[in-house]
T-cell receptor
Framework: ETGVTQSPTHLIKTRGQQVTLRCSSQSGHNTVSWYQQALGQGPQFIFQYYREEENGRGNFPPRFSGLQFPNYSSELNVNALELDDSALYLC??????????FGPGTRLTVL | GQQVMQIPQYQHVQEGEDFTRYCNSS?????TQWYKQRPGGHPVFLIQ?????EVKKQKRLTFQFGEAKKNSSLHITATQTTDVGTYFCAGPEWSGATNKLIFGTGTLLAVQP
């Protein structure tokens, strides 16, 4: 196991609602990245945080936002949920863009 | 933007057969990484390649980075049922102030006993 934890494991929301997902990174890692993985697809990079600052962003709208805390844990917030937001959300801790240590993920279902 | 392709997306083999998959990037990569994701699980890091032409081995798995650092390969010798899963390659994309890690589409390996 990587030591990266995520909560909750599963979540069901309805369209238009807001959701907050949480991630605790592996000890010694100061970089956290978030990915969205739709069924049968590869992980899609959402954004990365380093020392509490956003350090890179993928092609996701502004309603996807995040935070990193001084203890390097992180949150992913998604506003105005859409049906297409249903996916597995993965958090990964790392040192820069070297090997990513993934957590078990949060399965989000939007109805 | 950068694209990372893996073809095909599904491969079925008999146990004991070899398996090779290639990963092609539209741009030169500073490094390439390979991950394995078991059904219902999360991606697990396998290896990182940095140097042009680099070859690394992990037991029955051999990874190679192309000379031009645009493609890489994974070769599994004598597949076993424990090799079942989806194998992803990934590489960083640097674009001005935006840095991101791009994953390939993945290849699902099924091994029949």
């Amino acid at each position: 196991e990587t030591g990266v934890t995520q909560s909750p494991t599963h979540l069901i929301k309805t369209r238009g609602q807001q959701v907050t997902l949480r991630c605790s990174s592996q000890s010694g890692h100061n970089t956290v990245s978030w990915y969205q993985q739709a069924l049968g697809q590869g992980p899609q990079f959402i954004f990365q945080y380093y020392r509490e600052e956003e350090n890179g962003r993928g092609n996701f709208p502004p309603r996807f936002s995040g935070l990193q805390f001084p203890n390097y844990s992180s949150e992913l917030n998604v506003n105005a949920l859409e049906l297409d937001d249903s996916a597995l959300y993965l958090c990964a801790s790392s040192i820069a863009f070297n090997e990513q240590f993934f957590g078990p993920g949060t399965r989000l279902t939007v109805l | 933007g950068q694209q990372v392709m893996q073809i095909p997306q599904y491969q079925h083999v008999q146990e004991g057969e070899d398996f090779t998959r290639y990963c092609n990037s539209s741009t030169t990569l500073s490094n390439t990484q390979w991950y394995k994701q078991r059904p219902g699980g999360h991606p697990v890091f396998l290896i990182q390649l940095v140097k042009s032409g680099e070859v690394k081995k992990q037991k029955r798995l051999t990874f190679q980075f192309g000379e031009a650092k645009k493609n890489s390969s994974l070769h599994i010798t004598a597949t076993q049922t424990t090799d079942v899963g989806t194998y992803f390659c990934a590489g960083p994309e640097w674009s001005g102030a935006t840095n991101k890690l791009i994953f390939g589409t993945g290849t699902l390996l099924a091994v029949q006993p």
